[in-house]
């Protein structure tokens, strides 16, 4: 249990790690070390060269302009739950936080790594999911964006090239009026989700929905926006029975079979924690706005 | 050998230089560099919270670091809890006094977790203090003294007039804007 042989390297500057990354071969990017560092503690990963982003400069910050939040991404998932803008704005994202790790890992723990490392049980990777938040990449020649529907290349592994590395994600915002519910079954406080479900609502007071984005994370090897549950819901009243019918289709997901559950299992949890977060997503929506930040 | 680096760093309030292979984490640099044995070593995979420090005043996994990492930070290992070498911290008072340390291994990673905790929730529910402790695993399988032992820690503090946090319990550097 200890990580094999490598060259450490500390850029200070995102051209430098830039230039780090198109010039070694075999190298990892370091950034909260919650993923990679028991992956090399495990030697799973055996590279010739680790390029520590935690000195690069201007990559931890939280701003919100406009419309949109940009995160960059080597900002802790403590900074972001201990945010007053997320809170207010982005509050599915405060409680999905708190499901995130413990203490002791949400402290180190970065964004940027998270959406990276791609777990597909991961929280922040069913947010940006259910968000169509936009990734930031940097390369040897420039910037691009990334969609993040478009992001997940493969499970777990991100359509980055080798050479680029995510700077930033951007979130858009939803109508100070929306709400929200972010809920997930593990068997553990602070374990991987077998699976999650992320819901954002709209609606005219509350009853006939307007907007909708439901999300299942750990079902398939990526979240999984659940789409036909998003078309049955919007533009109807809200109801139990709505929700209960519209969740069914979740059974038809395809899903991951391994040794924490059947894909059946995961499919019945798609149908169930997704009527839940609608649900409880619905039932905030009777609380005055600003009451509804937790 | 592999390749090495020089770093500087205050652990416990002492501060230290040396020299590191840059693989080393930063347990096994505290433990077999530093002679600071009282951080525990469980999984060396960031699951069971044993190795738990503070840096720069946030609990951390010290088997998911490396110690070229630490270069230039600060550390609290379970070493400098206590304010002298024959007196208790009021938290490890308490766990001495309910029976909290059990077969002790699993202590010095859940004292530091607790420091962070109650520096920060003074005065924490029953459920807020085992959602905090839910990150260092205990196989004696006994929670309840742990958690009687923190609430009871959790009371002398908040009556002491100034309750006294170990040097490099404090947290350094601010967050980013909100």
């Known amino acids: ?294 | 050998m592999g390749e090495k680096r020089k770093i500087a760093l205050t652990v416990n309030g002492r501060r230290y230089e040396d020299e590191v292979e840059v693989r080393v984490t930063l347990a096994d640099f505290v433990r077999g560099q530093l002679g600071l044995t009282g951080t525990h070593l469980g999984c060396e995979h960031g699951v069971c919270g044993a190795c738990t420090i503070l840096f720069d005043g946030m609990s951390a996994r010290s088997c998911l670091m490396l110690a070229v990492q630490a270069d230039g930070h600060e550390l609290l290992t379970v070493e400098g809890i206590a304010p002298s070498p024959d007196e208790l911290h009021p938290l490890q008072q308490a766990f001495h006094e309910h029976h909290g340390l059990q077969c002790g291994y699993c202590t010095p990673g859940i004292l530091t977790t607790l420091i962070e905790f109650l520096r920060d929730n003074p005065d924490p529910t029953e459920k807020e203090v085992r959602i905090a402790l839910s990150g260092n695993l205990c196989r004696c399988t006994g929670y309840q003294n742990i958690v009687t032992a923190t609430l009871a820690a959790a009371q002398k503090l908040k009556d002491s007039p100034e309750p006294k946090w170990p040097q490099g319990a404090q947290l350094q550097g601010a967050a980013p804007s909100p």
């Open chain 1, 1 to 294: 249990m200890k990580p094999p042989p490598f060259s450490y390297h500390d850029p200070q500057t995102v051209s430098e790690a830039v230039r780090l990354l198109g010039s070694l071969d075999n190298a990892k990017l370091l950034a909260g070390g919650q993923s990679l560092m028991p992956m090399l503690n495990f030697r799973f990963v055996l590279p010739d060269h680790v390029i520590d982003l935690n000195r690069v400069e201007g990559l931890s910050y939280i701003r919100e302009s406009g419309d949109t939040l940009e995160i960059g991404a080597m900002t802790r998932q403590r900074d972001l739950e201990f945010s007053g803008t997320v809170r207010a704005r982005w509050p599915i994202m405060h409680e999905a936080l708190l499901q995130v790790g413990h203490r002791q890992t949400r402290n180190r723990g970065t964004i940027g790594g998270s959406l990276c490392h791609l777990d597909p049980a991961a929280e922040l990777v069913t947010l940006a999911t259910a968000y169509d938040a936009t990734v930031t990449v940097v390369g040897p020649n420039g910037q691009r964006e990334i969609a993040f529907a478009d992001f997940p290349a493969a499970y777990m592994a991100p359509s980055i090239e080798l050479n680029e590395l995510v700077t930033a994600v951007r979130f858009p915002r939803w109508s100070p009026n929306h709400s929200y519910a972010f809920i997930e079954f593990s068997r553990r406080h602070g374990d991987f989700a077998i699976t999650s479900a992320a819901v954002l609502l709209e609606a005219e007071g509350a009853g006939k929905i307007t907007r909708a984005s439901v999300t299942l994370g750990g079902v398939g090897t990526a979240p999984t926006r659940a789409r036909e549950v998003e078309q049955a819901i919007v533009g109807e009243v809200a109801s139990p029975e709505l929700f209960r019918a519209a969740c069914e289709s979740c059974r038809k997901l395809e899903a991951l079979d391994d040794v924490h559950a059947p894909a059946s299992y995961r499919q019945h949890l798609a149908a169930v924690l997704s009527r839940r977060a609608l649900e409880k997503a619905h039932a905030r929506l009777a609380e005055p706005a600003g009451a509804r930040v937790h």
